[in-house]
Nanobody
């Protein structure tokens, strides 16, 4: 059974930084593409960062240059380092294990709240 557990959210002032972590169990982590998505109140969930098994990354324009996704395959953990946070970054942040050709399911964590005050 695949489980994802996020941590690291909280309240921060605009311009500050936070690091989110997501620990994955029940999966061969190293060959999976991992992602972070977020959902603000009244808005659709937004894919903001992905990291592929080989380490390549990509980002949504809204976070490019401020956020960085990384992974530690030895710890089965994916991180999202967030800098220069803005009030519009306020959302629930979700970790996602993306589908593969042999497993079409997505797996999600429970979400962690990030609130950025102005």
């Amino acid at each position: 059974q695949v489980q994802l557990v996020e941590s690291g959210g909280g309240l921060v002032q605009a311009g500050g930084s936070l690091r989110l972590s997501c620990v994955v169990s029940g999966s061969v982590f190293s060959d999976k593409t991992m992602a972070w998505q977020r959902q603000a109140p009244g808005k659709q969930r937004e894919l903001i960062a992905r990291i592929f098994s080989g380490g390549r990354t990509d980002y949504a324009d809204s976070v490019k240059g401020r956020f960085s996704i990384s992974r530690d395959n030895g710890l089965n953990t994916v991180y999202l380092q967030m800098h220069i946070l803005k009030p519009e970054d306020t959302a629930v942040y979700y970790c996602q294990q993306m589908p593969t050709t042999w497993d079409p399911n997505s797996y999600w964590g429970q979400g962690t709240q990030v609130t950025v005050s102005s």
